[in-house]
């Protein structure tokens, strides 16, 4: 059974940056692809960003890409999500998930453990 704590979440400006840490125990986490999800009140989680087991390859979604990063030490067991240039829109809960499959997904259903979020809010 995989653990998964986010951390690094806050109150922010518009343009301001953020880093997540999401760091799992409990499994094989070097085998495991990881991703990044957000909610929104009322609305559906949705894909943020994906990375396979070893790093080397990576998903965003649209509406994050060329602003946010994601990356991983498998050494340490944690994956980030490097935020910048921050909008209003990016406000939701982040979670973090890890999927058995080695490769990259964006599926939300391919993932097995979720995270219990961290809070993200942009200021206008």
């Known amino acids: 059974q995989v653990q998964l704590v986010e951390s690094g979440g806050g109150l922010v400006q518009a343009g301001d940056s953020l880093r997540l840490s999401c760091v799992a125990s409990?499994?094989?986490?070097?085998?495991?692809?990881m991703g990044w999800f957000r909610q929104a009140p009322g609305k559906e989680r949705q894909f943020v960003a994906a990375i396979n087991w070893s790093g080397g390859s990576t998903y965003y979604a649209d509406s994050v890409k060329g602003r946010f990063t994601i990356s991983r030490d498998n050494a340490k067991n944690t994956v980030y999500l490097q935020m910048n240039s921050l909008k209003p829109e990016d406000t939701a809960v982040y979670y973090c998930?890890?999927?058995?499959?080695?490769?990259?997904?964006?599926?939300?259903?391919?993932?097995?453990?979720w995270g219990q979020g961290t809070q993200v809010t942009v200021s206008s």
């Open positions: 998930a890890a999927s058995p499959a080695r490769w990259a997904v964006i599926s939300r259903y391919e993932y097995e453990y």
């Open positions: 409990g499994g094989p986490f070097s085998t495991y692809a």
